[in-house]
Nanobody, 116 residues
């Protein structure tokens, strides 16, 4: 069992940056993939990006070049650095862990609002 707790959300203006953190309740070294999803009101949840144990990352086209995912196994934490934020990035951002064998864990999410 893994509990995931997101933090770092808030209200920012367009063009600004924000970094989200996802703290796991146990060692994440063996978790095959961790990532961030987002869900805006009235829209489906979508993958923002993911990072696997090798450090290889994958991003949605809409955030490539603006968002960066990293993981600190020593701190059991995954980060999402977001820059050049746009109003369309407004959503609840959720942390996800794929522990393999069909086992998935989700955090409760943190709200990011981009508005002038």
């Amino acid at each position: 069992q893994v509990q995931l707790v997101e933090s770092g959300g808030g209200l920012v203006q367009p063009g600004e940056s924000l970094t989200l953190s996802c703290a796991a309740s146990r060692n994440i070294f063996s978790i095959s993939a961790m990532g961030w999803y987002r869900q805006a009101p009235g829209k489906q949840r979508e993958l923002v990006g993911s990072i696997v144990t090798s450090g290889r990352t994958h991003y949605a086209d809409s955030v490539k070049g603006r968002f960066t995912i990293s993981r600190d196994n020593a701190k059991n934490t995954v980060y999402l650095q977001m820059s050049s934020l746009r109003p369309r990035d407004t959503a609840v951002y959720l942390c996800h862990a794929d522990a393999g064998f069909g086992v998935h864990y989700w955090g409760k999410g943190t709200q990011v609002t981009v508005s002038s």
